[in-house]
């Protein structure tokens, strides 16, 4: 059998080791410690590469998971119980979940077509029929699927408009910009993910952005267990295990140090596969104001029977392949959930599929695939079938 190839393993540089042995030399074990200062650090600097004046230096809370980022950020936002929070369906169930731990109602938002994430004129029906019905929402969660940046001026104007705060989850979106600013900067709070199938990865791990200083010591003190400062394990709220630790920031250290590197990759490799197979398939472009970090090339096919036809073979052939996010409304969990839909999420579950995109991947992988996907496609045009 052919050697696997995955959607998206990990990329180590080389230099995570020298962090590790660096932190395990100092002692520094715990949720506390040099590398996770300094990781923070590199994270904040990295964002900053393209400054913009109307946006004040973001101060980063590295947890030990995106989920975790994105439960403190509704919690800071004072989302809580019989709450209402409007959610992008096209997402992984995640960007949902801590709603529900707040006891909060998620409401799901369709896409739009450009960008594959939330539809603003849905976005602003959903928020004027909520509110006609007493359920004023008290937060948005709106995602940039797949690295792709969402709509950031029209979302952010409508939520200006009806004065909700914004969680931004860019877990999927390091390094992506729009309008030349970092994906991350644009959300009362914002999150990343450095989960083992992201672009840099941390094993696990995620970060919490916040405006300020202020609003990033009320998170820290959320993130390990509400205990008051300079007490005798005083606890007047109720608080979680959230911090990363610092040797998984030291990993971190490695990994931050080579992500242009890992971004410039993946961005090739979309490029090649469109090489090769433009006009067979459909890719996510970017629009004008755009840049995508391809984290995971996806494409659209005719039908739902060629992507499953091309999602077999590809597994015959050892290569890990996956279809598009199942809309959040379309769960299960969620079937009893109000939704706003279009038809856009559902269209790009049914026909949609990421494919292998790890950074590290080369040229005859790449062949590999492709050839799958042509004979497939190919086979069904020629004979007329959907």
């Given at each position: 059998m052919n050697p696997k190839i995955y959607l998206s393993q990990p990329h180590v540089s080389g230099n995570e080791v020298d962090f590790i042995k660096k932190a395990l030399d100092s002692n520094w074990l715990a949720p506390i410690?040099?590398?996770?200062?300094?990781?923070e650090k590199e994270l904040q600097l990295f964002l900053l590469q393209f400054p913009n004046n109307k946006f004040k230096t973001p101060s980063?809370?590295?947890?030990?998971?995106?989920?975790?980022?994105?439960?403190?950020?509704?919690?800071?936002?004072?989302?809580?119980?019989?709450?209402?929070?409007?959610?992008?369906?096209?997402?992984?169930?995640a960007s949902a979940n801590p709603i529900v731990y707040l006891g909060a109602e998620p409401v799901f938002v369709d896409s739009e077509s450009e960008?594959?994430?939330?539809?603003p004129d849905k976005l602003e029906e959903a928020i004027i029929h909520l509110k006609s019905i007493d359920k004023i929402p008290k937060a948005i969660v709106t995602v940039h699927s797949y690295g792709m940046p969402y709509n950031v001026n029209r979302i952010h104007e409508i939520a200006n408009k009806y004065n909700i705060k914004v969680l931004e989850d860019s877990a999927e979106a390091i390094g992506s910009r729009y309008d030349n600013i970092s994906c991350g900067m644009f959300g009362d709070y914002s999150v990343f993910s450095f989960n083992g199938n992201k672009i840099i990865t941390t094993s696990g791990g995620g970060v919490l952005i916040c405006k300020s200083k202020k609003l990033r010591e009320e998170s820290l003190c959320l993130a390990t267990q509400a205990q008051e400062k300079h007490s005798n394990y005083s606890h007047t709220d109720i608080?979680?295990?959230?911090?990363?630790?610092?040797?998984?920031?030291?990993?971190?250290?490695?990994?931050?140090s080579v992500l242009e590197d890992r971004i410039i990759a993946r961005r090739k490799i979309f490029d090649f596969y469109k090489k090769n197979l433009g006009g067979l398939v459909t890719f996510?472009?970017?629009?004008?104001?755009?840049?995508?970090?391809?984290?995971?090339?996806?494409?659209?096919?005719?039908?739902?029977n060629v992507k499953n036809k091309i999602i077999s073979d590809l597994k015959s052939e050892n290569i890990e392949s996956r279809t598009l996010w199942k809309p959040l409304h379309s769960q299960p969990i969620f079937k009893n959930n109000i939704a706003y839909l279009n038809g856009v999420s559902d269209d790009l579950y049914s026909r949609g599929l990421c494919l292998p995109s790890?950074?590290?991947?080369?040229?005859?992988?790449?062949?590999?695939?492709?050839?799958?996907?042509?004979?497939?496609?190919?086979f069904y045009n020629s004979k007329g079938l959907q």
């Open positions: 410690g040099p590398s996770l200062d300094e990781f980063l809370l590295a947890l030990n998971s995106g989920t975790s980022a994105i439960h403190l950020g509704l919690r800071m936002l004072g989302v809580s119980k019989g709450d209402v929070v409007i959610c992008q369906t096209f997402t992984f169930i960008t594959w994430n939330m539809c608080g979680y295990n959230y911090r990363m630790s610092n040797i998984i920031a030291a990993i971190g250290l490695g990994q931050i996510l472009e970017e629009p004008l104001n755009c840049y995508s970090n391809r984290w995971l090339t996806c494409i659209i096919v005719k039908s739902q790890g950074s590290n991947l080369t040229e005859t992988e790449l062949l590999r695939i492709i050839k799958v996907i042509k004979k497939n496609v190919e």
